[in-house]
């Protein structure tokens, strides 16, 4: 089992910057990808940003350029910084995490985001 806490949602006025924290304790592979997916009111769960524990990152192309996702091996915790954030980016945020090869699969409880002046 691998336990998520999230934590950083709110609200902020366009072109603010948020950062949200995961941290993952439990049985957490050497090997496993973590990440931000993201759920707009009547709209399908999409991917953020994920990372790998090598480090590796990869966005939608919707936020490049702003948004930095970053982890803490030595503390299983995923980051993600958010700048010049638009009121598209509204949704609920979840943490993900996937082991070794993509399995197992845990999510977190969700924080919201709100982008509203």
């Known amino acids: 089992q691998v336990q998520l806490v999230e934590s950083g949602g709110g609200l902020v006025q366009p072109g603010g910057s948020l950062r949200l924290s995961c941290a993952a304790s439990?049985?957490?592979?050497?090997?496993?990808?973590m990440g931000w997916y993201r759920q707009a009111p009547g709209k399908q769960r999409e991917l953020a940003a994920t990372?790998?524990?090598?480090?590796?990152?990869n966005y939608v192309e919707s936020v490049k350029g702003r948004f930095t996702i970053s982890r803490d091996n030595a503390k299983n915790t995923v980051y993600l910084q958010m700048n010049s954030l638009k009121p598209e980016d509204t949704a609920v945020y979840y943490c993900n995490y996937r082991g070794t090869f993509g399995l197992p699969n845990y999510w977190g409880q969700g924080t919201q985001v709100t982008i509203s002046s």
């Open positions: 990372i790998t524990s090598g480090g590796t990152t």
């Open positions: 439990g049985n957490i592979a050497r090997s496993n990808t």
